[in-house]
């Protein structure tokens, strides 16, 4: 109960300390330069990134599990293509945003099956998936962009309430994820089988079953971030951006979710990629070139797992 309480009394300290960052960058980099503030440009940090924010809710189940896929930003490049040619091709814009959440959700069961049962290491696993999808995506598609795309299909550019629908996605996933994460006997199983496997055997729970549910539900939510990625634009890159799978990771293992499992929370992942999204703008304001963004999320990671690896002695 002790080692628990003190679990997540870090986890809520490490989103505390996000908020506190991402307050602090936006006063210093409002005050140097005040159109850092303006309303375009803090739609563009919300909005642009929403769908990092996304695919990190379901990436932080994946760790908190115990495990890891680095196949995501492949799998997003690969259903949003999927997307862009089922709305493209005449079929239901209804059909063309369900699809991925449906494909997603069966590709991941497929990986979650492999580790779970043929005891495949998910690294592993998911490189070998990774491979497969950005192949495939490559060979299928020629690096061809897909355009033309029919009026309505853009979901990530409705509004509601004047707010743009990406944001409304982030929050309200993220607010579901928590729910299940803290208050449902399955989010509960998740941290079992991360904290430890044996003993969560021991216990009468599932191991293989969770692992695979929560792949399932991961691979799911990717649909819902690659809609969100499709339909920003009107145009769909035929490949997604360079190391898009180690930016989701990160914004998970920074917002509070450990590497080793069975520690975190969605809501420090979403806080996250707001901050990940927020230095990358200021870097323009400061002038300051783009290319340090990677270097300081490499900091931002380093930092957090020593952290994390210094807390775990602590607690024993």
Partial sequence: MKRGLSRTLGSLGQEILLVVVILALFAFVGAYNARFLSQHNLTSIFVGNAYIAVAAIGMSLVIISGNIDVSIGALIGVLAVISGL???????????????????????????????YAKVPSIIATLAMLSILSGGLITFTGGRWISGLPAGYQLAQFRLLDVPSPVWFMIGMTILAAFLMRYTAFGRTIYAVGSNPEAA?????????TVVKVFAIHGAIAGVASVLFATQLQVIQSTT???LELVIITASVVGGVS????VGTVFGSTLAAILFAAIGSSLIFLNVSAYWL???????????????????????
């Fill in 259 to 262: 590497i080793l499992g069975g």
């Fill in 241 to 243: 951006p360079i190391g």
């Fill in 201 to 209: 055997r021991a216990s009468g729970i599932g191991y293989e079953a």
């Fill in 86 to 116: 089922l709305a493209t091709n005449g079929y239901p814009i209804w059909l063309a945003w369900l699809a991925p959440l449906v494909l997603g959700a069966a590709i991941n069961t497929l990986v979650g099956c492999l580790i779970a």
């Fill in 294 to 316: 990677r270097a300081v999320q490499g900091v931002l990671i380093l930092a957090t797992v020593l952290a994390d690896m210094a807390r775990r002695r602590r607690t024993g």
